[in-house]
């Protein structure tokens, strides 16, 4: 029980309204911890709970320490203004009964309106790196007496090239302060440079890695010919899978828009959600869903971090993810808190090699799916498991016998070691002679 942690009587009338029963592993093993004030780098995959589990003791400790002057004093860093407005639905979830004020600092709000939050100095910022860092330029935020300091995704930031923002910010903030860093994996390999003077000996929670399945979402594929094969598939899926919401992720935004259009031709309720575009079209989709007039979203992997939908059971990945962290948080948009959900890989022969490398990476055994109704002329590669063996059966042999004739040349060479041979002129015939014999020249 949550009660245990010994938490703000504020803080636990609002868990309570929330209806959490039970704490997640993540925020068991991280609350306590930083309540002692320990700086902590902790692992844990998409939807575990790490949200409550970094407010829920800031939170505390901001309640009962004494406020100073002036001044920030909690800044929570994420990669995406989609993460950062799923903290701010949290934390005013969670502060609902205290005295604790925040600004949502990101892109899509005016500079100056921006600039008006700092004035009210509010206890919390929640923030994008480069819309943060361009008020710090402007001398905007003070975070002089900052005393908490929170990266969510800090391998997502690493990924998007952020890591020179986020150590200009930090070398902004009190040193005094304590540092939690969350991280789907701790083996990135930028990680160790992020952590160097931002942690000072910081206890590690590895609850998993980003290896680990999520045990209650079955992965499927279906082989496909090309795009427009995709789009028919996607299209009988949609109608014959039973689900209340789902999520359909593509690499490019001009493919969302383009199954965005193909699909609702199909009459099927479809938003569409990519990085291009407006702030304010962004929140009239989301909203959309999730008051249910639509119940499928295309979407680009500006959405695979930082939505958190209720209800989303199914998820297609119309394009393979580029690499097995994608994949990670594509799929862990369903399957939440525990319930069942199910993700399907649609596969083009381009993609075969991408996916089987990822499902060796992130040890998934996908469960192979035929569509009787949509069968296309691709079957998956021509060479099975046997023929495999058989190919490299045969590549050995070619190997081998290369090997015996390079033998055999090197034994030859050895035979004609100390062998005086006769200097090459014109008509003379280039033999080896005994030792001790001069060859005879021919008289011209």
Known sequence: MFSEFDLDKR??????????????????????????HKDLLVSSET????????????????????????????LILLPTRELARQV??????????????????????TFKFQRALFRKNPEVIIATPGRLLEHIEHGTPDFDELEFLILDEADRMLDMGLSEDVLKIVSC??????TLLFS????????????????REPETIRLNTVRDQHQNIRQQIVVADDSLHKGRLTAWLLANETFDKALIFTNTRMQADKLGGYLRSKELRVGVLHGEMEQDDRNRIMQLLRQGIINVLVAT??????LDIKGV????????????????HRIGRTGRAGEEGLAICLISPQEWNLMSS?????????????????????????KTKASGKAAGSKKAKQKKREKEVKTKQRHRDKKNIGKRRKPTLRGVEDKPTPSGFKPLMKKK
């Open 11 to 36: 803080l636990l009338k609002a868990v309570d309204k929330l209806g959490f029963q039970k704490p997640t592993p993540v925020q068991t093993a991280t609350i306590p911890q930083a309540m002692d």
């Open 47 to 74: 939807g575990s709970g790490k949200t409550a589990a970094f407010l829920l003791p800031t939170l505390h400790q901001l309640l009962t320490r004494s406020a100073p002057e002036s001044g920030s004093r909690m």
């Open 88 to 109: 701010m639905k949290h934390f005013k979830q969670l502060a609902e009964f205290t005295h604790l004020k925040f600004a949502l600092i990101c892109g899509g709000e």
């Open 173 to 178: 903030c009190n040193m005094d302060r304590q």
């Open 184 to 199: 789907a994996t701790l083996n990135h390999r930028g990680l160790s440079k992020m952590m160097a003077g931002m942690l």
């Open 301 to 306: 992997d500006v959405a695979a971090r930082g």
């Open 313 to 328: 059971d199914l998820v297609i990945n119309f394009d393979m993810a580029r690499s097995g962290k994608e994949h990670v």
């Open 358 to 382: 990822i499902g060796r990476y992130l040890r998934i055994d996908f469960e192979r799916r035929t569509i009787e109704s949509q069968l296309g002329k691709y079957k998956g590669p021509h």
